[in-house]
C-alpha cells in the first residue's frame, strides 16, 4: 500500500520531503534554504545532550530557529538516560513540532563514545533513552536509525516494535548498517520490511538524489515520507523539484548561473542575518563551491571568496558576480 502521507502529532504531510540532519550543514541557514525550496520538514544538527545540560553555547545555539522554518525537528544524542530527558526537557521550551533520538551516527566521536549507532549495540539502553525522552515532553518523539551495527547484527526489526510499544511517534530509517558507514548503496528493502513491522510512520532515508528516486524509495519501500541528505548539500533545489514532479510528472529545468548566485547571495545574507558578521562569513566558505559547481572559473571564484573577510566586500563582490558573470571578477 502505498503511503505517501506522513502524520507526526498535529502534523500531517501529503508527498513529504524531509531534510535531514546533517551536522556542519542543516544549521539556520541553511534550513531557511530548504525550507523556501519546498522542503516539508527540516531538522537541525545533532546535539550533545551533555552540551545541553551544561549549557555550552555550541550546542544551546543549535537548537535555535526561526518561525520561518516550521515545523522543524530538534535531533539530540546521547549515551545517559537522564542527561538524554533533561536535553528533552531543555528543547521542548522551544516548541519544536518534535524531537529525533539519533540512534544512527557512525562517526567516532559520537558512536565511539556508546552514543548514536552504538546504542544499537546496547538496545535495553536504548530504549530506556527513548522511555526517557518520551516522558521528559509532551512533543512527539521520533527517532532516526541504521539496520544495525554490522551485518551480524542487524536488528532494526526488533528495535523498532520496542520503540513503538514506548510511544515513539515515527522511525527514520537510513538503511545501512553502521559498519558501512556510507559505503555501497542505501538497502531500501529494510525500509520496506520495517513498513510491514510497525503501524508508526516510516521515514525512508538513504541514497535519494534525484526527484526519479525519491518517487521510486515511496514506490518500493510504501513509506510515509523521504528524507534526503547529501542531495540537498550538493543542490538544495532538490526539494523544489522533487515536489513538482511528484505533484506533475515532470523535472523542472535546473537553475542557471543567475538563480545559483542568486540563492548564494539569499544564503550569504540569512548566514550573517542569523549568525553575525564573523561566524556568518566563516561558514558560508564551506558552500561556495556547491553552488558554482560546474561552471568555468567557479574553482577561481571560490578561491577569492574563501579569503575575503570582510562582510561588505563579499556582498559587494557577489552583487559584480551576478551583474557580469563568472569571468570577469577573476584575477
Ligand atoms: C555531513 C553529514 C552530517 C550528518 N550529520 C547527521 C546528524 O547530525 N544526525 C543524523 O541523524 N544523521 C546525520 N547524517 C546522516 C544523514 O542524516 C543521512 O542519514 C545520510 O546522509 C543518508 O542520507 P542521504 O543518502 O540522503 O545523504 C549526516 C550525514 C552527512 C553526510
Known amino acids: ?14 508527498n513529504a520531503l524531509l531534510l535531514a540532519p546533517m551536522e556542519g550543514y542543516t544549521d539556520i541557514s541553511f534550513r531557511g534554504v530548504c525550507k523556501e525550496l519546498g522542503a516539508d520538514l527540516v531538522y537541525t544538527e545533532f546535539v550533545s545532550s551533555e552540551g545541553l545540560r551544561r549549557d555550552v553555547s555550541r550546542s544551546s545555539r543549535k537548537i535555535i530557529f526561526r518561525e520561518e522554518e516550521r515545523p522543524v525537528g530538534i535531533q539530540i544524542f546521547g549515551n545517559d538516560p537522564q542527561a538524554m530527558g533533561e536535553a528533552a526537557r531543555i528543547s521542548s521550551r522551544l516548541q519544536p513540532e518534535l524531537l529525533d533520538l539519533n540512534f544512527g551516527c557512525p562517526v567516532r566521536k559520537v558512536a565511539g563514545k556508546g552514543s548514536g549507532a552504538a546504542l544499537m549495540k546496547t538496545p535495553d539502553l536504548l530504549l530506556e533513552i527513548a522511555e526517557a525522552v518520551i516522558r521528559s515532553t509532551d512533543l512527539p518523539v521520533t527517532a532516526k536509525l541504521r539496520l544495525g551495527w554490522d551485518e551480524d547484527s542487524i536488528n532494526i526489526l526488533e528495535i523498532a516494535p520496542e520503540l513503538e510499544k514506548l510511544g515513539i511517534a515515527a522511525i527514520t530509517l537510513h538503511a545501512r548498517t553502521r559498519a558501512q558507514k556510507y ?9 520496506r520490511r520495517l513498513k510491514d513491522r510497525v503501524q508508526v510512520p516510516v521515514i525512508g532515508n538513504g ?35 522533487t515536489r513538482i514532479f511528484l505533484n506533475d510528472g515532470v523535472v523542472p529545468p535546473p537553475p542557471d548561473l543567475r538563480e545559483r548566485l542568486e540563492l548564494l547571495l539569499h544564503h550569504y545574507r540569512l548566514s550573517l542575518t542569523c ?3 564573523e561566524r556568518g562569513v566563516r561558514e558560508m566558505r564551506k558552500l561556495y563551491s556547491s553552488y558554482l559547481r560546474d561552471y568555468p572559473y567557479a574553482r577561481q571564484v571560490r578561491y577569492q571568496l574563501v579569503r575575503m573577510t570582510d562582510p561588505k566586500v563579499i556582498e559587494e563582490y557577489l552583487l559584480q558576480l551576478l551583474e557580469e558573470g563568472l569571468q570577469r571578477h577573476v584575477d
Request: aromatic residues 10%.
Open 1 to 14: 500500500m502505498l503511503q505517501r502521507e506522513l502524520n507526526i502529532g498535529k502534523l500531517k504531510l501529503q
Open 183 to 191: 559505503s555501497g548503496n542505501a538497502r531500501w528493502e529494510w525500509i
Open 207 to 241: 541514497d535519494v538524489v534525484t526527484p526519479q528516486d525519491a518517487l521510486q524509495m515511496f514506490a518500493e519501500t510504501g513509506c510515509d515520507a523521504v528524507m534526503i541528505g547529501r542531495g540537498a548539500t550538493s543542490y538544495p533545489w532538490i526539494f523544489r523539484d
Open 275 to 277: 549568525k553575525g558578521e
